[in-house]
T-cell receptor, first 116, second 112 residues
């Protein structure tokens, strides 16, 4: 069966510090991968998605970046965190549409980031 | 992608059916209707999807109007564990990257 892991679960970082969040998926090959952010009391905002190794699409311009160094690894990074980067970061995966005619995304447990 | 409109919040009595409406008047013929829910402090969970016909699974039923401009998610016997934010999403079949755009959703509170 497929599982998705995210770490760390919680993180408190000072403004201006770097960030690295990691997401890995097990039990599937060539998944689509996604990073979402949810600010307190708000909806989910898609940040990045990837359809393959090294292929990153950015949805929202910001000081964050994403990388996919391996098939089932997705990393979210920042060189300098802002207060507005605080939120709940969720990684998700889906089977490429060639596998299924519809789109079911599976979400990880999330990382709660507080920038002080 | 077509936009959706949902009530901001609604209450439901435990054991009763919960009917969650969603308006998607600009939906096009190649777009599915998806429902996800997000329990507090967790990632969203897929519930059900449909294209034209009504659908039912172990979690819920989805009723889509004949003109496809609106739909209703039905939780047949709501329990306290169904308290969550419910998202109605419209997305094309074979969307680029299988992207989903989450709106504000409906905050459902199931009361004893």
């Amino acid at each position: 069966s497929q599982t998705i892991h995210q770490w760390p679960a919680t993180l408190v970082q000072p403004v201006g510090s770097p960030l690295s969040l990691e997401c890995t998926v097990e039990g599937t090959s060539n998944p689509n991968l996604y990073w979402y952010r949810q600010a307190a009391g708000r909806g989910l905002q898609l940040l990045f998605y990837s359809v393959g190794i090294g292929q990153i699409s950015s949805e929202v311009p910001q000081n964050l970046s994403a990388s996919r160094p391996q098939d089932r690894q997705f990393i979210l990074s920042s060189k300098k965190l802002l207060l507005s980067d605080s939120g709940f970061y969720l990684c998700a995966w889906s089977v490429p549409f060639q596998g299924l005619p519809y789109n079911e995304q599976f979400f990880g447990p999330g990382t709660r980031l507080t920038v002080l | 992608d077509a936009k959706t409109t949902q009530p901001t919040s609604m209450d439901c009595a435990e054991g009763r059916a919960a009917n969650l409406p969603c308006n998607h008047s600009t939906i096009s013929g190649n777009e599915y209707v998806y429902w996800y829910r997000q329990i507090h402090s967790q990632g969203p969970q897929y519930i059900i999807h449909g294209l034209k016909n009504n659908e039912t699974n172990e979690m819920a039923s989805l009723i889509i109007t004949e003109d496809r401009k609106s739909s209703t998610l039905i939780l047949p016997h709501a329990t306290l564990r169904d308290t969550a934010v419910y998202y109605c999403i419209v997305s094309p079949i074979k969307a680029a990257g299988n992207k989903l755009t989450f709106g504000g959703g409906t905050r459902v509170l199931v009361k004893p």
